[in-house]
């Protein structure tokens, strides 16, 4: 369960990788990160969204489930995973469906992550380094 005050200003645990709890519980800034995303790997808005989602939900999902988590058109997360998949930020295995036919659960590499959360993190020491100005009247 994530701290009320902590969604209030777009921190998410990232403590789950993969399916599995980690010993270490990271807070990201989803915030933040989707821009590093945008920025560093030039996605656009819903890519970003999703690689985020998918990063800090730390385990693979279906782009139904991630389409109604996000409140996003399906359509519009097919297309950002498609996206994804293409530049191999996402890996995908079939998953049947039970009426037929068959989806796709997406993942992020367990590599990518550690180097997106090392970044993150770089990212949030670089900005608590950086002196406050107080302004002055």
């Known amino acids: 369960m994530t701290d009320p005050l902590l969604q209030e200003l777009g921190m998410m645990p990232a403590s789950r990788q993969h399916g599995r709890e980690s010993s270490e519980s990271h807070y990201v800034n989803v915030t ?8 560093v790997l030039s996605l656009n808005e819903e890519e970003a969204q999703v690689l985020s989602y998918l990063i800090v939900h730390g385990q693979g999902a279906i782009a139904k489930d991630i389409a109604a988590a996000l409140g996003r058109n399906p359509e519009v997360v ?5 996206g994804l998949y293409s530049r191999n930020l ?14 796709y659960i ?29 302004q002055q009247h």
């Open 32 to 39: 933040r990160m989707k821009c590093l995303l945008k920025c």
């Open 78 to 82: 097919r297309r950002a995973l498609r």
């Open 90 to 103: 996402v890996v995908r295995r079939p998953y049947p469906l039970r009426k037929g036919g068959r989806a």
């Open 106 to 134: 997406y993942e992020v590499p367990r590599s990518l992550v550690e180097t997106l959360m090392g970044i993150c993190s770089k990212v949030d020491d670089l900005i608590k380094s950086v002196p406050l100005r107080r």
